[in-house]
């Protein structure tokens, strides 16, 4: 990534710096969202920050990589900084600004985990009217354009689920069927997918349930499982607390960037 804003930096006349631990680290990420990302950024400093100087530094830990980008220009003032991530503010008000205000809102995006309670939302059945096929969209008007939203934004999926008669809880299952009418535009394909499934009998009970999520994400262009997680033993409200899949989930999240 920084190897292709070299030359932009130099032609701002800016000196760089970049500091990569000589070991080798090996960890899991988003490629192409931590690229945008990085990339965002640095597009930032240039066009906003009047900075000579920009620093990239990698450091390490046991259980993750810390990436951080600095430059020393004049900076975000006090009033500023609390915006700085809203969608379209900009810290130039003047008709001089330059840029949309989306830059690091979507950087923000990025990096952060949503965590979606289906039952909270207001999503209705599909009704297999297929009118998603000739207007691009469901003709139904609740929560689900919202959720579809998220969704075409993220990189990483993590679907979770009680075992309910050895399938998906109901909201899941409805959510799934609702996707039909989102699959009838862009953003859903290529997605990275996790799978949670919890139930007070063993791993075997779950199966039918994992099967269930892969043959959603089989219908979804590129999508990859990257992992199941399940969390045996669960069957009142708290007794999910302590279980070993606790521990498992944070791994393989830490992983992945997700936390």
Not at 33 to 57: E, G, K, P
Not at 202 to 226: F, N, S
Not at 231 to 253: F, T
Request: charged share 20%; net charge negative.
């Amino acid at each position: 990534i920084m190897a292709d804003w070299v030359p932009l930096l130099e032609n701002h006349d800016l000196t760089y710096e970049i500091e990569i631990p000589e070991t080798e680290y090996m960890t899991r990420v988003a490629t192409t969202a931590y690229t945008r990302i990085l990339n965002n950024l640095l597009q930032n400093i240039l066009t906003h920050s009047d900075a000579r100087q920009v620093s990239l530094t990698i450091t390490e830990t046991e259980q993750q990589a810390k990436i951080m980008l600095a430059d020393n220009g004049k900076g975000i003032s006090a009033a500023d900084l609390p915006h700085i991530f809203e969608r379209m503010y900009q810290c130039d008000h003047s008709r001089s600004a330059k840029g949309n205000g989306l830059g690091l809102s979507i950087a923000k995006e990025l990096v952060s985990v949503h965590t979606v309670r289906l039952a909270e939302l207001k999503i209705d059945y599909c009704s297999a009217c297929y009118a998603c096929k000739t207007t691009g969209h469901c003709v139904k008007r609740d929560d689900m354009e919202r959720l579809l939203a998220k969704i075409r934004s993220a990189y990483v999926i993590v679907l979770a689920t009680p075992v309910y008669f050895y399938t998906m809880c109901a909201q899941l299952k409805t959510m799934i069927d609702r996707t039909l009418g989102g699959a009838q535009q862009s953003g859903l394909e290529n997605k990275e997918f996790y799978f949670i499934a919890t139930a007070a009998d063993g791993k075997a009970a779950m199966e039918r349930t994992i099967d269930g999520l892969r043959g959603y994400i089989e219908c979804l262009p590129g999508a990859v499982e990257k992992g199941v997680i399940y969390g045996a033993g669960a069957w009142q409200l708290g007794d999910i607390q302590g279980n070993p899949a606790m521990q498992e989930a944070y791994r393989m999240g830490m992983g992945n960037g997700i936390r």
